[in-house]
Structures are given as structure tokens and as C-alpha cells.
């Protein structure tokens, strides 16, 4: 796409193209200073915080200038909600206002898409188990032959608590990469040749920095090399990138580990399989203790250095025993470079850190994740981020502290030069809106809350005469 000719002013001023094909469209003034001081931002290379409240329009905001600067982008929102907006409602609408040709799609997570190495062998070993499974495999059989991507939202009829999927997707640690047999095919592989070539990525802050981080590894990514990097929603960039700027190991990575170990020593000819399984048992038998540790606690805890001796030396001494047997016997490289990744990760989490670092948990309804996070994130954002992008811009409604972006700026890494926007709405508050504090209502933690709230909701939109229709339903 050409650098288009028209300007920002041509699109969401006051006469602009918005403004004469939208009916009831209304040029904000708040929204066409943030897409010149994004504008200016993209040009001059220099990051860019912004704040722009309720009623602003900062997607439009930002948008417009990334649009006509003619830059490869990558969009990251907080929220699968924001995502479709913006590729479905926003995009679709300056095309046919501007007429320009915006290339845009929208990437998910790996485990979104189906593997086609995976999904041949489970159905290889399962078909001889399960006669039941066959209906399914071939319903998959005709929508691989015409799906563009393989992604599971477009098996309407595959529930969410349908075990299959997860025997059938790919992590980046199970990835083949280039010693895969079904490479050529690979539904990831063409989901990145189209993002190469699209001008507009859309994805969520968990993949944004969870492929940073696998950039860093030099292998498994799956979003293409960019120059601008916008953040919309970026109040939570600073925990989400927290977490996967540390370390973590799961017990259904161990788990997953020791499943496929299972599947392909099958195949396998002169090892003794009944030493391996031992010791797949023995990666399984600590993965279950490690849960068992944590299974009458919080949610979420610190690890103290009390709780990571026990687990150094009760869990992780069994898993430890296993990941190494893996790694010095037997013949499979892809699930040995996986049992070396994962026991390092062990060893990260549990080794000597200095001061700036956090262990802790979390427990998950099948798993439970050990995680060991840096306190300030500055560094790595710089070092991962700002030196590999020539732009990097931050929004949302809530940034600011104190009128100032000081606090923000510090938690990022952003320097004293970063381009900075605080758009108020131009909605009068005072006069528009009114807030209601109910005092009489059950404590949100009861069982009837939901119901209750639902019915006071119900009664303040019929008094201000709300024209659509609120259905209550009973909690079970």
C-alpha cells in the first residue's frame, strides 16, 4: 500500500470523510489531537503514552495516523472483544469511508490452530482403541481439506470442555519446526506467510509477549517482524509482560511431556520400554506431588525460600530424575530438547535469584504453574522492545497518575522524551450522568447477588425509559 495523499484532518475533521458519509458522526477535537501527536510520534520514531477517555474515540485515534503512515504494525489489545471491533467494525469502516485498501488480520495463540503432525498421531494410535473417534476424525478430515487456517473457532460444534483439541494443537515446545513432516502444510506456516505480507496485526497482550519472548529464543515465533507496536488497553501491560518477561513451568507441561514420550516410544525398536514408561511414571508421580503441595492454599501465593527447599527437594529431585533419564536415553531429539527446556525452566524457577525477582505460584482448575517474575520490567522492555521497534505507543482511558504519566513512564522503561496525550472526554459528566450506590443489595460474595443486581438493573433502565429488553435469569 502506497503512502496515501490524503490527511488526517481529511478523514476525522469537522468536513472530513467520517463526518460525510457517517450520519450523526461528530469530528471530536481530543480525537484529532491524539492522531497528529500519534502522527508525530510514528514519524519521528519516539514512543508515545496517551490517555484518552471514554467518548474520545482513540481508536480512530490511532488507527488513522498507522494507516496513513504505511507502516507494518502490530495491534495488541487487552480484550478478544476490542480485537473483533477493531478488525471487524473499525477497519471495515475507514475502508469504505477512505477507500484506501487496509490490509489487516487477526492472529491468535498457537493452541488456537490445529497441528497437523499431532493431529495425525493421535488418530493413528487412537483409531485402533476407539471405534467412537472415527465419526470425529472424519467430520476434521473435511474441514482441514478446506479450512485456510485451521482455527478452532470455526468448529462451532467441538465444545470447549472437549478434551480432543488439546491432542491435537501445539505448544511451541512440541513444535517439530523444520524436521516436521507435514511442514509444507503447516497451518501456522501459511498463518505467518499472510501476516508477512499484511500491513496490520491484531493480537492480545498474552501472544504479543509471549512470542517477545520466543523471539528471543530464536525459534517458534509466529508474529513477523514489525516497525510499530500499539498498545491499546495498555493499563494491564505491566503485569501481563511481567509474567512473561520471568520464568514458568506448568504440571500440564509435564504431564503433556510425559504423554507424547508415551506415544513414540511405541514406534520405537531396541529399548527397553518397560525402564522408559518407569520413568515417564516417575515425571508424572512428581508433577502430582508438586500439585498436592498446593492444593489447600490460595489461588495465588509468594514461594518463600521455605516452600522452595520442599520443592527442590521433595517434586522437583523425582522430575529432575525423570527429565534427565529422557535426555541421556533415548533416541528422540524433538522430546529431548523439550525435557532440557523444561528441566532448565525447573532450574531457573527454584535457582538463586537477587532481590528484583519474585517466586510464586498459581493454581489452575487442572494445573499448577510455578513462576519466578522480575519486580521491574524497564530493562527488559527496553532491551526486548524499544531497541527492536522503531515506534512503540501505549493507550487506554486509565494511564495517568495524578495528571502525570511519571508513574506509567517509570514502570515501562519510557524516557523523559516519550510523546505524551492526556484527551479528556467531551462528554459532560457532571451533567450527563449520574452515579448510583446501592445500600441495599446482598454482599457480592452470596449467592443471590446476581440475581438481585440483575433486577435493579432491570428497574433503572425502565424508569429512564430504555427501549431495548433485560432478561433476568435465575443463578443456579
Known amino acids: 500500500m502506497d503512502k496515501p495523499s490524503i490527511t488526517i484532518q481529511d478523514i476525522l475533521g469537522q468536513e472530513g470523510l467520517l463526518s460525510r458519509s457517517l450520519p450523526g458522526f ?3 477535537p481530543s480525537q484529532v489531537q491524539m492522531a497528529h501527536l500519534i502522527q508525530d510520534s510514528l514519524q519521528k520514531r519516539i514512543p508515545a503514552i496517551v490517555e484518552a477517555a471514554t467518548g474520545t474515540g482513540k ?12 507502516k507494518k504494525a502490530v495491534i495488541s ?4 472483544n476490542l480485537q473483533e471491533q477493531i478488525y471487524l467494525k473499525d477497519i471495515p469502516l475507514l475502508e469504505k469511508t477512505t477507500h484506501l485498501n487496509i490490509d489487516a488480520m487477526i492472529m491468535k495463540g498457537r493452541r488456537n490452530y490445529l497441528c497437523l503432525f499431532r493431529y495425525h498421531q493421535f488418530f493413528v494410535q487412537s483409531s485402533l482403541l476407539n471405534k467412537a473417534l472415527e465419526e470425529t476424525r472424519q467430520r476434521l478430515d473435511k474441514w482441514i481439506n478446506k479450512t485456510e487456517f485451521a482455527d478452532r473457532a470455526e468448529l462451532s460444534w467441538l465444545t470447549d470442555d472437549n478434551v ?6 501445539s505448544s511451541s515446545d512440541q513444535c517439530l519446526g523444520g524436521n516436521c513432516l507435514f511442514l509444507e502444510d503447516c497451518f501456522l506456516g501459511k498463518l505467518r506467510s499472510k501476516a508477512a505480507r499484511s500491513r496490520i496485526i491484531i493480537v492480545n497482550h498474552h501472544l504479543f509477549f509471549a512470542d517477545l519472548k520466543v523471539k528471543e529464543g530464536g525459534f517458534g515465533e509466529i508474529i513477523p517482524r514489525f516497525q510499530v507496536a500499539v498498545f491499546d488497553e495498555a493499563h494491564n501491560i505491566e503485569k ?11 504440571t500440564s507441561q509435564l504431564m503433556d511431556l510425559a504423554g507424547d514420550l508415551e506415544k513414540e516410544i511405541k514406534t520405537l525398536k531396541n529399548i527397553d520400554k518397560g525402564r522408559v514408561k518407569k520413568q515417564i511414571n516417575v515425571i508424572r508421580a512428581g508433577s502430582e506431588h508438586l500439585r498436592s503441595l498446593f492444593k489447600d492454599q490460595w489461588e495465588k501465593g509468594r514461594l518463600d525460600d521455605k516452600i522452595l527447599s ?20 533415548l533416541p528422540l531429539q524433538a522430546l529431548v530438547n523439550r525435557a532440557d527446556e523444561l528441566e532448565q525452566r525447573l532450574e531457573q524457577i527454584l535457582g538463586p535469584k537477587s532481590s528484583n525477582w519474585l517466586n510464586w505460584y498459581e493454581r489452575r482448575k487442572k494445573s499448577l504453574m510455578l ?18 521497534v522503531q515506534t512503540v505507543i501505549f493507550t487506554s482511558a486509565t494511564l495517568s497518575t495524578n495528571m502525570t504519566f511519571d508513574y506509567a513512564r517509570s514502570r515501562l522503561g519510557l524516557t523523559e522524551h516519550t510523546l505524551e496525550g492526556n484527551y479528556p472526554s467531551h462528554f459532560k459528566f457532571e451533567d450527563q450522568a449520574l452515579m448510583y450506590i446501592p445500600e441495599d443489595l446482598p454482599n457480592p460474595n452470596t449467592p443471590d447477588f446476581g440475581l438481585e443486581i440483575t433486577k435493579r438493573i432491570n428497574s433503572i433502565l425502565k424508569k429512564n425509559r430504555w427501549q431495548g429488553t433485560c432478561t433476568v435469569y435465575k443463578l443456579p
Open 240 to 250: 501481563i509482560a511481567t509474567s512473561y518477561f520471568g520464568e514458568s513451568l506448568s
Open 26 to 28: 461528530e469530528s471530536r
Open 77 to 80: 489489545t487487552g480484550t478478544k
Open 310 to 329: 520442599i520443592i527442590s527437594e521433595g517434586p522437583a529431585r523425582e522430575i529432575r530424575k525423570g527429565l534427565k533419564y529422557v535426555q541421556e536415553e
Open 164 to 169: 480432543l483439541w488439546d491432542s491435537i494443537t
Open 371 to 388: 513462576h519466578i517474575s522480575p519486580l521491574d520490567i524497564s530493562e527488559r522492555m527496553n532491551e526486548f522492545l524499544y531497541k527492536k
Open 59 to 70: 481508536t480512530f485515534g490511532y488507527l488513522v495516523p498507522l494507516i496513513l503512515s504505511g
